[in-house]
Nanobody, 118 residues
Framework: VQLQASGGGLVRPGGSLRLSCTASGSLFTFNAMSWYRQAPEKQRELVATISSGGIPNYGHSMKGRFTIFRDNDKNAVSLQMSNLEPEDTAVYYC?????????????WGQGTQVTVSS
């Protein structure tokens, strides 16, 4: 299974970006698909996660500004980010998890850089 993320870039404060991630090589629906981020010299943190049933959960500083979507048919997840702040600058990672055969299997995509700067 490979996760391919795209959509990062440079944006001004207050601007918007949409990140996308598609899983390939998977024959199953992931229990959860998520976005994490890691800023320089900081720990990786959860941005948002969404269940296979479409129920989202957000990190505390993202709720209201970020929206996570998924398309189970395409095994894809997107993150719409609005009203971006310099503190949102980080490498954003796509993550997927599936519970099968009695265990959790997890997968990470390559990161995509988001830079919020004037």
């Amino acid at each position: 299974v490979q996760l391919q993320a795209s959509g990062g870039g440079l944006v001004r404060p207050g601007g918007s970006l949409r990140l996308s991630c598609t899983a390939s090589g998977s024959l199953f629906t992931f229990n959860a698909m998520s976005w994490y981020r890691q800023a320089p010299e900081k720990q990786r943190e959860l941005v948002a996660t969404i269940s296979s049933g479409g129920i989202p959960n957000y990190g505390h500083s993202m709720k209201g500004r970020f929206t996570i979507f998924r398309d189970n048919d395409k095994n894809a997840v997107s993150l719409q980010m609005s009203n971006l702040e310099p503190e949102d600058t980080a490498v954003y990672y796509c993550h997927a998890a599936v519970y099968r055969l009695g265990r959790w299997d997890t997968y990470w995509g390559q990161g995509t850089q988001v830079t919020v700067s004037s």
